[in-house]
């Protein structure tokens, strides 16, 4: 497994922009999924984008055109990258790593300790 470190949350105002990052133990090369999902207090943790091991992504409907997940192997890292920033995007937002095995079965599944975002109208 890999143990993962977000950062880069923070407080910013309505229409700003923050970045992510998302810093994993090892090498996250072979992980086949990299995601970000977010927490808003009372509601269920949902995704907001993921990034698989050949680039493609997905985004939530609410965050396209918006923000932008990316990954650089060779640092271990994955990036989101949020723009146009509004009250709504308030959450924790969390890193999770899904690594199946070569039979696609389930490998294992980590997540990071979170990051607040806080948009201020």
């Known amino acids: 497994q890999v143990q993962l470190v977000e950062s880069g949350g923070g407080l910013v105002q309505a229409g700003g922009s923050l970045r992510l990052s998302c810093a994993a133990s090892?090498?996250?090369?072979?992980?086949?999924?990299m995601g970000w999902y977010r927490q808003a207090p009372g509601k269920q943790r949902i995704l907001v984008a993921a990034?698989?091991?050949?680039?493609?992504?997905d985004y939530a409907d609410s965050v396209k055109d918006r923000f932008t997940i990316s990954r650089d192997n060779a640092k271990n890292t994955v990036y989101l990258q949020m723009n146009s920033l509004k009250p709504e995007d308030t959450a924790v937002y969390y890193c999770?790593?899904?690594?199946?095995?070569?039979?696609?079965?389930?490998?294992?599944?980590?997540w990071g300790q979170g990051t607040q975002v806080t948009v201020s109208s």
């Open positions: 999770r790593a899904e690594k199946l095995t070569t039979m696609l079965t389930l490998d294992f599944v980590s």
């Open positions: 090892g090498s996250i090369a072979s992980i086949n999924a």
């Open positions: 990034i698989s091991s050949g680039g493609n992504t």
